[in-house]
């Protein structure tokens, strides 16, 4: 069993309905409190509703990636819009265990974890010193992102 870490988030239809959907689907057996973010990336659209999950499994990496995918499909997820635009529900695979891949497609830890308040206050709720492999743990990540200009 590998545990991972998985970021939610939903800023189409009912947001917090979408996030509490999205990780029974997957299993969680922890979920940050849900906040209340602005969109990153592309900028002109409603805002965030955020969350980082614990879950647990059996899955390797492309396997839970694949079954992220699946349950976005399922709640209405449509990838055709613009990269980074308003979405129903966005699973992303944070954390996979204490691995690190680069692979077409994965890419673990997430490639932006460290500069995205909006993940790291959520993972840092469930375990402040998860170590994020190759950056050091999220409480100090997120106290860097605190203490920039």
């Not at 309905?17 to 990336?41: H, N």
């Not at 265990?97 to 909006?118: A, K, N, S, T, Y």
């Amino acid at each position: 069993m590998t545990v991972a870490y998985v970021g939610l988030g939903s800023n189409l239809g009912d947001r917090a309905a979408l996030i509490a959907s999205a990780a029974q689907a997957i299993g969680a057996r922890r979920v940050s409190t849900v906040i209340e973010t602005e969109p990153w990336g592309l900028t002109d659209q409603p805002p965030y509703l955020n969350a980082a999950a614990e879950v647990e499994t059996e899955l390797d990496a492309r396997g839970l990636l694949d079954e992220l995918l699946e349950v976005e499909r399922r709640l209405g997820r449509d990838r055709s819009g613009q990269r980074w635009g308003p979405r129903t529900i966005d699973l992303d695979l944070l954390l996979f265990g204490d691995l690190r891949i680069d692979e077409p497609g994965l890419v673990v830890p997430h490639p932006h974890l460290q500069e995205r308040r909006f993940v790291l206050e959520p993972l840092a709720e469930l375990e402040p010193e998860l170590e994020v492999p190759g950056l050091g743990t999220v409480s100090a990540l997120l106290a860097g992102l605190q203490s920039a200009p």
